[in-house]
């Protein structure tokens, strides 16, 4: 996955100015304390930082 593919679901799945907020602002344990933006800048996957993202916002399977 490309980190705008990332993007767009999370835009999709969020809303525009949630899914920024939450990149931005919102930490995440399972992304070793680190911010949506952090890990993407550290080198996480955006395939892996989404599946993070999903499972702490309960995305229905048909949807990841």
């Given at each position: 996955?490309r ?16 899914a ?8 995440l ?36």
């Amino acid at each position: 996955m490309r980190y705008t593919a990332l993007r767009q679901r999370m835009v999709e799945e969020l809303g525009e100015i949630r899914a920024d907020t939450l990149a931005r602002d919102h930490v995440l344990a399972a992304l070793g304390e680190r911010t949506v933006n952090e890990a993407l800048e550290d080198g996480w996957d955006p395939k892996r930082v989404w599946s993070v993202l999903c499972e702490a916002f309960e995305v229905p399977k048909s949807r990841r």
